[in-house]
């Protein structure tokens, strides 16, 4: 059993670098209420249907003499989720990729999107969860990733693993972190202090830390609404309007898997990063001025950031500028090591006044697919 055991690992991490340590997955959400009477026809399509890799998306626009003139862009990635996908089925596509943090090795995966593209219903689901819906559909990945290592981690046991498993839940805004785990208190002046402490260090082991930062033990798949639900709290807390707010920032959730063999003494430690990232959207120049300005400018620099960080790994460049951005220097480890692993969701808003956003979204995305990391870019060339 222990040899299977080992042998399942490799081959399992051998396909999941032959399918790319870089994968991108896009998400397209269904029409919601009044959108559904205001669409008449959809910007985007999907061509084949038998892979369920490709999304076209048609600009169509007015020319002065009134005109009206179209162009379509095809992309294709590793998989293209239509309106209909259950969080059943985008799950499926994920779990693999859990089941690789679970045998040791990093693991990012993000949410890119305009605000209101789908990105917290597919990381996470409904904003509040109670434990009664632990099996419901509408939950995302952050739940049912705590509950496919809870009952993963049952079956390993048998082979001598032993897991422990360590959690951590905090936000990007402007550029500076927030503790949602932390303990929550409505003008609590303590609680306030200690969130301006935050900061990232590396440890003496060389590992990526936060300072101050509440690291909470997961010990029941059922605890993971507890840490949603005070994540929920602590963001009203921090703002007046959290759904503003949270479109706003960044936030990232971390599970550290402390595995230990005691049987052939073998040890592994995977983690696992699941981040909803800030909205994408660019503000119209005009008009946007003082905090907005201050906000939507952190937001750009940080998600461009993070593309710059991509393809310098995928060119193998010798300096990676994980320092220019919190959320790159904050993942430097998961991002960087070389057996880590990559999925990124592009979100999408299928309603025709959102064609230009969506364009965007699928033109980074389109970068971000571009690039190799590992093994498989040296089997590529
Ligand atoms: P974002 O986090 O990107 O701003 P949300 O996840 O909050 O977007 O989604 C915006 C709205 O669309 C929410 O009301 C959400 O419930 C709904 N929604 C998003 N994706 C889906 C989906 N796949 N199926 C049904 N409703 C969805
Ligand atoms: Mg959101």
């Known amino acids: 059993l222990r040899n299977e055991e080992s042998m399942r690992r490799k081959l399992h991490n051998t396909i999941q670098e032959l399918k790319g340590n870089i994968r991108v997955f896009c998400r397209v959400r269904p029409l919601l209420g009044e959108e559904k009477e205001a669409s008449t026809s959809l910007p985007l399509s999907f061509p084949d249907c038998d892979d369920k890799n490709e999304i076209e998306l048609v600009q169509s626009s007015e020319n002065a003499l009134g005109k009206s003139t179209s162009k379509s862009f095809p992309f294709k990635f590793d998989r293209v989720f239509a309106p209909d996908s259950s969080q059943d089925a985008v799950f499926d596509d994920v779990s693999q990729l859990i089941q690789s943090a679970l045998d040791g090795y990093p693991v990012c995966i993000f949410a890119y999107g305009q605000t209101g593209s789908g990105k917290t219903h597919t990381m996470q689901g409904p904003d509040t969860i109670s434990a009664s819906d632990m099996d419901a559909d509408i939950l995302g990945i952050i739940p049912r990733a705590v509950k496919q290592i809870y009952e ?25 972190l927030q503790d949602l785990l932390a303990p929550t208190g409505r003008g609590d002046k303590q609680a306030s202090d200690k969130q301006a402490k935050l900061d990232i260090y590396q440890d003496n082991d060389g590992h990526t830390r936060v300072k101050n930062l509440t690291m909470v033990k997961v010990d029941s798949a059922e605890r993971v609404h507890w840490l949603l639900a005070r994540a929920a709290e602590n963001r009203t807390v921090a703002a007046t309007n959290c759904n503003e707010r949270s479109s706003r920032s960044h936030s990232v959730f971390t599970l550290f898997l402390h595995g230990k063999n005691t049987l052939t003494g073998e040890s592994s430690t995977g983690v696992l990063n699941l981040i909803d990232l800030a909205g994408s959207e660019r503000l119209s120049n005009s008009g946007s001025s003082g905090d907005r300005l201050k906000e939507t400018q952190a937001i750009n620099k940080s ?53 230009q956003e969506s364009l965007c979204s699928l033109q980074f995305a389109t970068k971000v697919n571009s690039c190799q990391i590992g093994t498989a870019r040296r089997q590529a060339a």
């Open 303 to 355: 998600l461009a950031c993070l593309g710059d960080v991509i393809a310098a790994l995928a060119k193998g460049n010798r300096h990676i500028p994980y320092r220019n951005s919190k959320l790159t220097h904050l993942l430097q480890e998961s991002l960087g090591a070389g057996n880590s692993k990559t999925l990124m969701f592009v979100c999408v808003n299928p309603s025709p006044g959102s064609t």
């Open 152 to 176: 993963n981690t049952g079956k390993l046991a048998e082979r001598g693993w032993e897991y422990t498993l360590e959690g951590q839940f905090l936000e990007i805004y402007n550029e500076t």
